[in-house]
């Protein structure tokens, strides 16, 4: 590689991490939203909704993990469903 083409390739990494710095606000000062580096579990509950993870295992053997958001009933009231 020659000395031009290692320089640009150098300022090209340099412009590429100062762009990832200033899109994340680390060099804006901006805050970063703490929702940015929350799983789904965390980023869920911290919303104050209820969550279910499940394991669920396929007849090939994949294991597929599932989400759930179970429905937040009013105390007192209660549902009646009919099939």
Known sequence: MTHIAESLLSCTFSLIIATALYTNGIVS????????YRNVSQLITSKGYPFEEHLLETADGYI??????PPKHKQGIRLQLTV
């Open 29 to 36: 000062g901006q805050k970063i939203d703490p929702d940015a």
């Open 64 to 69: 597929l993990g599932l989400h759930r958001i």
